[in-house]
């Protein structure tokens, strides 16, 4: 049996949990109990897969949405009670709704745009499980599923009504899957930085909004009226998505200067990805349009052809760079705009990149080009 690198991932970063759980009152408390939790989970994902669980399906004959949501009825056994399916009528509960309804629109990004067979390309069902445990203050994808809590009603409303982080989520399994990325330190932070470019380019490609018309934010749709933010992250200006008394303030630096050295949240994986983030978004910006037609190509075809499993971020600036040049030109428009986003943020790539080969196959729709790399490039820059 393969055995496919999984990590538990979380769209609340444990900084934020952590800092709600040094308070008092029953915010503090569910912040507590929602990490305790996470590494309830966490073990019991490890000792899963240590025991051998199978974790891939059987190839489907053609793309097709297959999913279904569970509920857990506020208990911590998953999956829980199946409540919605392609073969079961559409749920009057808003959440089981919304997890059905993300995880399908995340499908149709995915399948209409990378021709993509769901999160392992072999046709894998996306199953979710809602209203788990009592006021759990996250949403994450196990390595197997997704699971939403209800949040606690205070400081954060229910985990499915933001599209772009089911997205977010259920790129961690695509991640999971085509480059097995590590999930600490920088090479935790690129992981985190392609789930929130995906994730948003699931919300702009749902809600047909182009890169200029997007609000670049990534859980929107979280917060409670109680919190002072708009946000758990902004791709557009990394560090300004919420400045809260209890979940303090955004953390996430924008370039490499500010990059942050921390023990914490595995290295600090969901702050210092505010500097890919930043370069998405100017890079996305520049080229105009929707997000996903050129930019989007370009990062699919890096992740899926061209990492290794300790990649950094100037490996995937490198990688996108190169392919840009491939598919588009050296020295062209794109190119060009990709590296100067890049540069923006403190990483330097160069645009002559020599011709490399690839040990993964090109997607059909891709032309032919200069051939691409497998390598792993090791250079980073100072801060």
Known sequence: MTTIPH????VIPPHILDRVAQHSGDAADDARSTLEQMHELARERTQGFVAGEPIIESATPAPKKRRSVYDAQHHRQLPGKLVMSEHKPRSSDVEVAEAYD?????????????????VDDRGMRLDSTVHYSVRFDNAMWNGRQMIYGDGDGRLFRRFTASVDVIGHELTHGVTQYAAALGYDGETGALNEHISDAFGIMVKQFTHRLTARESDWLIGAELFTPAVKGKAVRSMAAPGT???????GRDPQPAHMRDYV?????NGGVHINSGIPNHAFYLAAIALGGNTWDVLGRLWYAAVTQRLTSDADFNDFARATTDIAGELYGNG?????????????????TPLWAAPRRSSHPRPAERPAAQSAAATKWRRRPAR
């Open 102 to 118: 993300g995880s399908g629109a995340t499908f149709d990004f995915y399948s209409q745009v990378f021709s993509r067979n769901s």
């Open 261 to 265: 050295d921390t023990y914490d949240d």
């Open 332 to 348: 062209g428009r794109v190119q060009n705009i990709v590296a100067d986003a890049w540069s923006s943020v403190g990483i330097t």
């Open 7 to 10: 990590h538990l991932c979380g």
């Open 241 to 247: 998505a919420y400045d809260d008394p209890l979940l």
